[in-house]
């Protein structure tokens, strides 16, 4: 099958134009609002991750000069775009183009890699093509004959460095090489080129060393208590597999087990090909890390996207399946791919628009807690009720004039940077321990500290639960009554906004600037 550059390309910017078309309908999430704090304060390191999606966004906004939901997440779908790119290359590289077609169609059905990676803006998103490009760079390396060429070795290390300034588990890319190389290439452990390339991935490295050198390591501290279950949870394994499943797109999932499952059985005509190892490659640069993480699962609970780049060489063995079995351009198994994927784009963003009800807890307490559609709408439209509030307020002396928002937690205080701080002019100031405002207290170090006399605002969605009046109440000689703004879709409230005066600050919280490694 015959696939040019146009069609390519065509069918990428589709994609990405159709990514676009929904970021204007969409806010940002949870996860995708604190990493907009990344970009607020750079670093050479962050508590959760390395710096490279704030980076990301920061040239994407121009430098924070053009702030909005699709300048914001651009960056994850020309990422999207970029690694697309590679996978067609590695398709056809190990075997045709065809291959690196359905691979690339396969790529952009997923879940993970078009939806989650490819246009949330997260971690992932600039570690998709980084971990693509290196793949791609050890095939050229492996099966193009270019061991002795340095400056592959080189690129290979540049490129998983890079990709390990988005998240740190892209040193694997060098765990499955290494494996590769002790089973099927011993002599290159001979190779000096071999080493000049893990040492260019060392010295990326440098900005997070130093940046946890300076934080007595608080990064690993953090992330090592998260997988210290010692306790074994099969029921914890089964949700990671399920999770996985969902992630992946449940009919991509479902073509890859048939794939490995019939093609590694099958042996190629061609014996210099079987001599390549291309499947063995393929397999070790995936099913370590995915066993891995489902070890990691049996003690803890994780997140399914952890082993999501694990899967994209298994994309590779599906699409030389898919190859074997349908001479269509586009096989009817991944158009009911696309269909799925596309039904969820439409479905989630007329939820999130429209639907006079949420889907979480329906008691008023805590109403619309757990709704996945409330992280991604009402933000704007409270944050334009909220100026409102606020003007008046200061007009009629019910506040100062130079009030903050208070927050004790990264959610929802991320949100509240992103849209209530930016419509306000109101500045964010974190009240609580590390544990709970992540990046928060770095942002402190840069802001006006709250001061006896201050007053200040508190902002309570229903879906959170935070108890101010416990939280603060020692802290403020009167904490009012909230007012509340009523999140409205389709005719209906789905949410409800309480917003808290704390008036005259008699006592200065004891953990405000409290020491960020204690």
Known sequence: MKISNKQLYTFLLIVAAIKIFFSFFLELGNDESYYYTYALKPQLNYFDHPPMVGVLMRITTLNLTFVNDVTLRLGAI?????????????????????????????????????????????????????????????????????????????????????????????????????????????????????????????????????????????????????????????????????????????????????????????????????????KQFLLLMSLPMIFLFWFISLRNEIFPHWSGPAYIPLFIIAAVYLSNVSKNKFPNVLKVSAALLLVAFVSITLLANFAPFNLGKQEKEHYGENCPTLDISGWKDFSNDFDKVVKQDIATNKMKANSSILVSKWFPACQLELYTSRKTGLQILGVGDLENLHHFVWLNEDRKPLKLNDDTYCIVPSNVRMYVEETYGKYFTTIEKPDIINQMRGGKAVRYFYIWRLKNCKQLPENIFANKIK
Request: proline letters at 2%; aromatic letters at 18%; a positive charge.
């Open 78 to 278: 020309i990422c999207c775009f970029i690694a697309s790119i590679f996978i067609f290359k590695i398709g056809k590289l190990l075997y045709n183009e065809t291959v690196g077609w359905y691979a690339t169609l396969i790529y952009n059905f997923s879940v993970y890699t078009t939806f989650i990676a490819g246009w949330f803006i997260l971690p992932d998103s600039p570690q998709m093509p980084l971990w693509c490009a290196s793949l791609y760079i050890m095939c050229k390396i492996i099966f193009s004959d270019k061991d002795k060429n340095l400056l592959q070795w080189i690129l290979l290390g540049a490129t998983i460095g890079l990709a390990t300034l988005s998240k740190i588990h892209a040193l694997y890319l060098w765990g499955g090489l290494g494996l590769f190389i002790l089973f099927y290439r011993t002599k290159w452990l001979l190779n000096w080129r071999l080493y000049i390339g893990f040492f260019v991935t060392l010295i990326f490295l440098l900005p997070i060393l130093i940046w946890n050198i300076q934080n007595q390591f608080i990064t690993y501290r953090f992330h090592s208590e998260r997988v210290a279950n010692a306790k074994i949870n099969f029921d914890s394994l089964l949700r990671e597999i399920v999770g996985e499943a969902l992630y992946q797109n449940p009919i991509i999932f479902i073509l890859i087990i048939i794939s490995l499952f019939t093609i590694l059985k099958l042996k190629s005509h061609n014996e210099k090909r079987e001599t390549r190892n291309e």
